[in-house]
């Protein structure tokens, strides 16, 4: 879709992170010249929990990424849900749409892995390379390139800014989302706003095959002390080490006031002595992220530029997962990019380009639009506990809540949990 002698490429995606790297990897399969910018160098770190449901799994299966043992990748069979003093372990169901396993590799190997895939399908990879703004052209008031300048490895300018220029945009910049509020998309305050904290330590229980979910967390014994807000995590990483962190979630953007790194220490105070979580064992210091959640950023697709991932708030209400709405969306937006490249008039091009926000609000808006239902209630740690303690016990409302929460069901038939879930998104407005 090269309309100009003067492009430099047919797109350009701003970020290689999963987002970045699902977009770059199919705008490249389909034949479009791709520059992917990351302003980092790989390997490099993110705030994440590290752990992906089956359905990132099923993204990276559409992509062809090997997920091999041997590659540093690790299987896990379920959820294990851990409140009242009791834990509960529910296995991934069986679905035709999604793989009944789960993965676990750390950001630092995961992102590499995928920026590294895209740029073998065909993507230019131009790492250390910081996108200082988008190019406007000011006749139509489109997206038309973007402005870079190269960085050192301590994010320091080592060279002259120049202009790239591409027919279309696709920002994948993170939850700072610099392109959007360059151009005025500004996030909306009343969608869900998010915040986790994560380490890493060295366990016995590096190869648990169960990926853990902490429901409460007591700030002393459990049921002889506060309950706190919030919900922890911990996923085996299978190299000797797991990721621990916790998050909580607020049903507006407004900031919670939390102190997350002092709340991260009670927490570990009363976990479990197998784990191993002591202070010798603790490799590096404990990190946090916003998680921008159910579409606070909007529209998604506006005059050559399009918001993939954290850049368009897809980080899901129900459980902070964002890699598979991230993948999810680099590949809705680049069908979209590839269809414009073949249509023969600017408006038909134009067209074919709206189509990704309607893919996404299609696909995704009831979903959000139920978390965001879910997060008014659990953002109150009483009705957290009323939940997990009546819940939990019975395997019906258990094995809905876990197809719920981790989006792991049939959009189309299935069983009678599948179908509810599914009646549930279409009936809520899609916003």
């Keep these: 879709m090269r309309l100009t002698g003067s492009d430099d490429a047919d797109v350009i995606v701003v970020g290689a992170g999963p987002a970045g790297s699902a977009a770059a990897h199919y705008c490249a399969a389909a034949g479009l010249d791709v520059l992917l910018m990351e302003k980092s160098s790989f390997p490099r770190d993110k705030i994440c929990g590290d752990g992906l449901t089956p359905r990132a799994v099923s993204e990276l299966v559409r992509m062809g990424v090997p997920t091999r043992a041997e590659d540093g990748w690790i299987r ?53 390379t910081n996108v200082t703004g988008p190019v406007i052209d000011e006749r139509t008031g489109r997206v038309v390139g973007v402005t870079a300048r190269p960085v050192d490895d301590a994010g320091r300018r080592a060279g002259e800014e120049r202009t790239y220029r591409a027919p279309v945009v696709i920002a994948a910049d993170g939850v ?98 197998e784990w191993g979580f002591t202070p010798e064992n603790q490799i590096g210091p404990v990190r946090g992220a916003a998680l921008p959640m159910g579409f606070n950023r909007k529209p998604l697709y506006t005059k050559g530029l399009m918001l993939i991932g954290d850049a368009g708030g897809m980080v899901s ?67 957290m506990h009323l939940c997990t303690k009546y819940g939990l016990p019975r395997p019906l409302i258990m094995k809905f809540v876990v197809k719920l929460l981790s989006d792991c069901y049939e959009p189309h038939g299935g069983d009678v949990v599948d179908r509810v879930i599914a009646g549930l998104t279409r009936v809520v407005r899609s916003a």
């Design 76 to 128: 896990n069979i379920g959820l294990r849900a851990v409140a009242g003093g009791r834990s509960y372990e529910f296995p991934w169901p069986e679905l035709k749409s999604y793989p009944a396993y789960g993965l676990a590799r750390s950001r630092m190997n995961f992102d590499q892995t995928l920026a590294e895939h895209a740029r073998a399908t065909g993507a230019k990879l131009m790492e250390r």
């Design 317 to 383: 209400p129900f459980n902070g997962e964002g890699i598979a709405y991230a993948m999810q969306a680099g590949r809705a937006a680049a069908d979209a990019v590839a269809q414009a490249r073949v249509r023969g008039t600017d408006a038909a091009r134009e067209r074919a380009l709206a189509t990704y926000p309607e893919i996404m609000r299609r696909d995704l808006g009831g979903y959000y639009t139920l978390g965001r239902y879910f997060v008014k209630l659990i953002e109150h740690p009483q009705i």
């Design 176 to 273: 700072s989302a610099r392109m959007a509020t360059a151009i005025g998309i500004e996030k909306s305050n009343n969608r869900p706003m998010g915040v986790a904290v994560r380490t890493y330590f060295t366990s016995p229980r590096h190869d648990d095959p169960w990926m853990e979910s902490q429901l409460e967390l007591w700030d002393g014994v459990p049921g002889k002390s506060n309950l706190l807000p919030g919900y922890g995590w911990i996923f085996a990483l299978g190299d000797g080490t797991v990721n621990v962190g916790l998050g909580s979630v607020s049903s507006t953007a407004a900031a919670t006031k939390i102190d997350y790194k002092n709340l991260f220490a009670r927490w570990m105070e009363n976990t479990p002595a």
